[in-house]
Each structure stands twice: as C-alpha cells, then as structure tokens.
C-alpha cells in the first residue's frame, strides 16, 4: 500500500543507562541498568505514525553494520516501508548515548553515523514516495541541506509538510521557514530558533508569534507537563497535558509528532490530531526506552 505519512530523517541505535541521577562533569556513577533500544528521532517518528494509523516510508541511511541492520529490520516490523533507507559503506550506524535518572529526565548525546550520508540526492532517488505522501515530516540529524530540500520539495508538490527542529542548536536557514505548515519545537529548540527564553504559556506565545513572523503556517510548541500551544496568525490555542506519571520522556515528542502526522494523514482536524498526538505521548512517557515505549492505536482512541 502507498505511503501516505513519509519520514524523512535519523535512525539511531540507542545505549541507555539508567542512573539516579545524571552525572557531573568529571564524576563517574555506578548505573543501574544498561539496554540497546532502537530510536532515532526520524525512525521514532514513522514508528509512532505507523503504530498509529498511518502507511509510513522512510528514507534515511544506517551504516553496515548489526545495529544498522536492527534498525531496518525494526522498521520491517512495524510494516513501514524501508526501501529508501540506504546501508553506507565505511561509516557506523548512528548512536545515541542516553542516561535517564530516577526522575524520568534523560542527557542524550547522539553520534550522527550513516544519519550523516543522508543527502539530497537520497531523497530525490525516491521522490516517488513524496509524491504519494499526504504528509512528509523532517527533524534536524540528518544534515541541513537535505531537510531544506526535502521541505522545499514538499512544499512544491503541495504536501502537509512538518518539521521537528530537534535537536536546535540555532536559527534555521532564513529559505526554510515558508515551506513548512507545522513547526512544531519544545521548549529548549523554540529558545534556540528564536533567542526568546521559552518556559511557560506565554513566552511560548511569544517565541510562536516570533516564528509566525518568519513565514511559518503554524507553530506548535510543546511544554511536557504544561501541554502544547499553537498558533496559526489568528490567535493561540492550549492544549492542556494528559496527567501521567512519567517513567522515562525519551521520544515522548517523537511520539506527539508521529500521532499528529498520522491523525491528519486520516483526515482529522488539527486541534484533533493534536489532542491525539497528546494522548499518545502522554503514554509513551509511563513507559522506558524510545521505539518501545511508543504506543498503539488501540491504546490511544478515546
Ligand atoms: O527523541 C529521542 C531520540 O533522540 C532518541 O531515540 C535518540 O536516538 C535521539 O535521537
């Protein structure tokens, strides 16, 4: 069946330790639990949409190697299309070094790997598969310049086109903003897209107004326990967030952005779709690690 929900980014094999706390620089902690666990924000994103009602292709690029090869297989298994997703001579697959402490918080440092070949050409290779898609979403591990085409492309065949500018570490190219629908950063990438601090409902508002202003369509910003803010040039909208006891947050916004994509690949409404994509992170974070933790549809309907 044809893809209507397309990815466009990372694929990372995750090393999590579980600690008491996060450790301070120069310090060395005895941890209590090591596992491997796939993820990738990209793969976490297709595997959400995926698990959530949507037909997903990815296109990305893992090295040659066992975790690349675990992490096209993981993709087989959840039925998303993984034909675009290329094996890189020379290089490693990425990797993500993750500790999550007994608050559920989580330090990620990521190793970009085979998420470094991904280039434009890689994704012209399968156009195809965009011109199928409803929605094509992006994040920022692969390099720059194949987010900025694949946006400009999406744009260009009249795609619902999103981007999760995680990780940010700065402004995005000036070109990208008026190709994207929904931006949709946290707290921390809203901050650094707009140099505004960013830590309640209304300096969301301001950073979101800020990004409006950039030529986004909509911007939605998501604040964990605070829940999410959108807007769209009209004014704001809040959506409050699901009360839960949190385990582990890794890919709770992976999770928020493939429910989203998925409820408006099925036609939803946004404020529906974004209400759904709440309730299905919301989950994902009473449960640990990133792929595993994401939930299904069955678990997230009303
Ligand atoms: O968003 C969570 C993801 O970030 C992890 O799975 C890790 O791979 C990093 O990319």
Do not use: W
């Given at each position: 069946?044809?893809?209507?929900?397309?990815?466009?980014?990372?694929?990372?094999?995750?090393?999590?330790?579980?600690?008491?706390?996060?450790?301070?620089?120069g310090?060395?902690?005895?941890?209590?639990?090591?596992?491997?666990?796939?993820?990738?924000?990209?793969?976490n994103?297709?595997?959400?949409?995926a698990?959530?009602?949507?037909?997903?292709?990815?296109?990305?690029?893992?090295?040659?190697?066992?975790?690349?090869?675990?992490l096209?297989?993981?993709l087989?298994?959840?039925?998303?299309?993984?034909?675009?997703?290329?094996?890189?001579?020379?290089?490693?697959?990425?990797?993500?070094?993750?500790?999550?402490d007994?608050a559920s918080?989580?330090?990620?440092v990521?190793?970009?790997?085979?998420?470094?070949?991904?280039?434009?050409?890689?994704?012209?290779?399968?156009?195809?598969?965009?011109q199928?898609a409803?929605v094509?979403?992006?994040?920022l591990e692969?390099p720059?310049?194949?987010v900025?085409?694949?946006?400009?492309?999406?744009r260009?065949l009249?795609?619902?086109v999103?981007?999760?500018?995680?990780?940010?570490?700065g402004?995005?190219?000036?070109q990208?903003?008026?190709?994207?629908?929904?931006?949709?950063p946290?707290?921390?990438?809203?901050e650094a897209?707009?140099g505004?601090?960013v830590?309640?409902l209304?300096?969301?508002?301001a950073?979101a107004?800020?990004?409006?202003g950039?030529?986004?369509?909509?911007v939605?910003?998501?604040?964990?326990?605070q829940?999410?803010?959108?807007a769209?040039?009209?004014g704001?909208?809040?959506?409050p967030?699901?009360?839960?006891?949190?385990?582990?947050t890794?890919?709770?916004?992976?999770t928020f952005?493939?429910?989203?994509?998925?409820?408006?690949?099925?036609?939803?409404e946004?404020?529906a779709?974004?209400?759904f994509?709440q309730?299905?992170a919301?989950?994902?974070?009473?449960?640990?690690?990133a792929?595993p933790?994401?939930p299904?549809?069955a678990?997230?309907?009303?």
């Open positions: 069946m044809q893809a209507n929900v397309v990815v466009v980014g990372s694929l990372n094999m995750d090393l999590v330790t579980r600690a008491e706390r996060l450790p301070r620089g310090e060395t902690l005895v941890g209590e639990s090591f596992a491997t666990v796939p993820g990738g924000k990209g793969a994103q297709a595997v959400a949409a698990r959530l009602g949507a037909q997903v292709a990815m296109v990305g690029c893992v090295g040659d190697d066992a975790y690349g090869q675990q096209r297989q993981a087989t298994d959840e039925q998303i299309d993984n034909q675009a997703v290329s094996i890189a001579a020379g290089v490693p697959t990425g990797v993500a070094l993750i500790v999550v007994a918080q989580n330090a990620i990521i190793i970009a790997g085979g998420n470094g070949q991904l280039l434009p050409e890689s994704v012209q290779c399968f156009d195809a598969l965009l199928a409803q094509i979403i992006c994040q692969v720059m310049a194949t900025a085409y694949t946006l400009e492309r999406g260009a009249g795609k619902t999103i981007l999760n500018p995680a990780p940010a570490s402004p995005l190219p000036a990208c903003f008026a190709n994207i629908d929904y931006l949709i946290n707290e921390s990438e809203a897209l707009t505004l601090p830590n309640d209304a300096s969301a508002k950073a107004t800020h990004l409006l950039l030529g986004v369509g909509k939605i910003v998501t604040l964990g326990a829940g999410a803010v959108f769209n040039g009209q704001f909208r809040h959506f967030a699901p009360l839960v006891k949190a385990v582990d890794t890919a709770a916004g992976d952005v493939g429910g989203f994509a998925a409820a408006l690949a099925r036609g939803e946004e404020g779709a974004i209400a994509g309730r299905a919301a989950l994902s974070v009473t449960r640990a690690g792929q933790s994401i299904h549809l678990e997230v309907q009303p």
